[in-house]
T-cell receptor
């Protein structure tokens, strides 16, 4: 089955810096790659997603890139703010979602 | 539209008991997936239901089961509870029949504690 590796497990940045989270997947048939943000005690919320026919997608301060050949995708957050502090999960799907283990992002003021 | 709802939000059970969790999807959504979230294993897929049929199943023992009703509401059942079943159980709904390739919206989860 699909296996998703996510790095780093924790990431600390200063407010205003950029943050990058990377994921690799094993199943070349996976065609959908969402990213979820989960604040403490809350439900995961979709922040951006990308499909395999697209290499990059951007939504304000958040962007995702996909390299199908290398089977990796990344989340980029620019101009980080303290409210960006949360756990971020990547996932890959060819029918069911397989999640990475998560990255705890801490943005210090 | 109202979001995905789950009941109960918290549950405490003892080993050997069984438990039933409920999930109401967003109106119009026909697919419901269930996940187990633990600190050690992260988010793991349990199963997905679409139009009252189990379409996909994760790698969990048969003690974990589910069903979906004609109004798309879903329940999951865990029998003979073990300490390791303590977790946050999340359900997610999506609009159409493309399974995990369709945007999934999560409920708040049910926190199950097994003593």
């Amino acid at each position: 089955g699909e296996n998703v590796e996510q790095h780093p497990s924790t990431l600390s940045v200063q407010e205003g810096d950029s943050a990058v989270i990377k994921c690799t997947y094993s199943d070349s048939a996976s065609n959908y790659f969402p990213w979820y943000k989960q604040e403490l005690g809350k439900r995961p919320q979709l922040i951006i997603d990308i499909r395999s026919n697209v290499g990059e997608k951007k939504d304000q301060r958040i962007a995702v890139t996909l390299n199908k050949t290398a089977k990796h995708f990344s989340l980029h957050i620019t101009e980080t703010q303290p409210e960006d502090s949360a756990v971020y999960f990547c996932a890959a799907s060819r029918g069911t979602l397989t999640f990475g283990k998560g990255t705890m992002l801490l943005v210090s003021p | 539209k109202a979001g995905v709802t789950q009941t109960p939000r918290y549950l405490i059970k003892t080993r050997g008991q069984q438990v039933t969790l409920s999930c109401s999807p967003i109106s119009g959504h026909r697919s419901v997936s269930w996940y187990q979230q633990t600190p050690g294993q992260g988010l793991q897929f349990l199963f997905e239901y679409f139009s009252e049929t189990q379409r996909n199943k994760g790698n969990f023992p048969g003690r974990f089961s589910g069903r979906q009703f004609s109004n798309s509401r879903s329940e999951m059942n865990v029998s003979t509870l073990e300490l390791g079943d303590s977790a946050l159980y999340l359900c997610a709904s999506s609009l159409s029949g493309t399974g995990g390739s369709d945007t999934q919206y999560f409920g708040p989860g049910t926190r199950l504690t097994v003593l």
